[in-house]
C-alpha cells in the first residue's frame, strides 16, 4: 500500500507541499510535548536567529534526535537538515524523512549535489542545520570535523550560528523509568551569535580555518570535558582541527 502511495505523490510535494506540513508540525508537536513531559528542556540564545533570512545552523551531534530537538527549540523558523542516503533507502522512514524537509548526503568523499541543494535552500531564504562531526558522539567530547559546513557557510556567505546540545544524550526506555522516579534529564540548547567569517574568503582555501572557528565557538558552551580539540584558543602556529575527508 505504501509503495502505491509513494507513486501518487512526487517527490517536490512530499517536501513541501501540505504532507511536509502536517508531518513537520505533527513530530515537532509530539516531540515538544515529550520533552516538556519526560525532561528538564532549556533554551537559550533564539534570539540570535534571524527571523525570516536565510541562515546555517552547525551543531555538536550526540543523539539521533537533536536534529528534531533543535527543530522543536526553535518556535518561528522551520530547519531543513541533511541526512546519510542510508536512510533514506528504508520505506517507510524514508518517506518520512522526505516528508520532514531533510534531504541526503553520501557521507565518503564529498557531495556536490549535496552542497548545491544546499546552496539552493539558502537562496531561497532557508535555515539549514549541519552537524559537522559528520557523526554521533554519543555524550563523549567533540570530534574533529568535516569542512562541508563551512565551505557552504563561505560560498553562501549567510550568517552561521553555532549550536551547543547538552544532555540529549537519553537512553530508552530508561528516560520513562526516570521520569517516573522524577530524575528528569536535564536537555539544554544553546544558540550562540554568529560566528565571524568576514575575513576569510576564499571557500576551498579557507574552509578548514572556518571549521576551526566554528567548532571552537561550539565549544565555549560545553563543560571543558566535552570540548575535545576545539577546547581553549588554538596556539597561533598550529594547524586547524578538521576531519580528514576522502575524495571522491
Known amino acids: 500500500m505504501f509503495n502505491r502511495l509513494s507513486g501518487l505523490l512526487p517527490r517536490d510535494i512530499l517536501a513541501f507541499g501540505v504532507v511536509t506540513i502536517i508531518v513537520y508540525h505533527g513530530l515537532i508537536a509530539l516531540l515538544r510535548l515529550a520533552l516538556f513531559s519526560l525532561s528538564k528542556w532549556t533554551v537559550s540564545g533564539a534570539e540570535n536567529i534571524p527571523s525570516n533570512a536565510a541562515c546555517i545552523l552547525v551543531s555538536n551531534h550526540i543523539h539521533i534526535l537533536d ?65 559537522a562531526e559528520g557523526t554521533r558522539s554519543s555524550g563523549g567530547p567533540l570530534r574533529p570535523a568535516h569542512k562541508g559546513a563551512a565551505l557552504i557557510a563561505l560560498r553562501s556567505g549567510e550568517p552561521v550560528i553555532p549550536v551547543t546540545i547538552t544532555g540529549s544524550n537519553i537512553r530508552l526506555p530508561g528516560v520513562f523509568f526516570q521520569w517516573l522516579f522524577g530524575e528528569r534529564p536535564r536537555i539544554n540548547v544553546h544558540f550562540g551569535d554568529p560566528v565571524d567569517l568576514s575575513d576569510l574568503e576564499h571557500a576551498s582555501k579557507d574552509a578548514a580555518e572556518a571549521t576551526d572557528r566554528i567548532m571552537r565557538r561550539i565549544a565555549d558552551s560545553l563543560p571543558e570535558s566535552l570540548q575535545g580539540p576545539y577546547g581553549g584558543d588554538r596556539p597561533a602556529d598550529t594547524n586547524p582541527v578538521v576531519a580528514r575527508d576522502l575524495e571522491n
Do not use: C, N
Not at 68 to 88: D, G, H, I, N, Y
Not at 107 to 121: E, P, T, W
Open 67 to 131: 536534529p528534531p530537538l533543535v527543530a522543536a527549540s526553535l518556535r518561528t523558523r522551520r530547519v531543513r537538515t541533511m541526512a546519510k542516503q542510508e536512510l533514506f533507502d528504508l520505506p517507510l522512514i524514508g518517506w518520512v524523512f522526505s516528508a520532514y524537509g531533510a534531504y541526503s548526503v553520501r557521507r565518503s568523499g564529498r557531495d556536490s549535489q549535496a552542497l548545491r541543494k544546499s546552496l539552493r535552500l539558502l537562496d531561497a531564504g532557508e535555515a539549514l542545520l549541519l552537524f
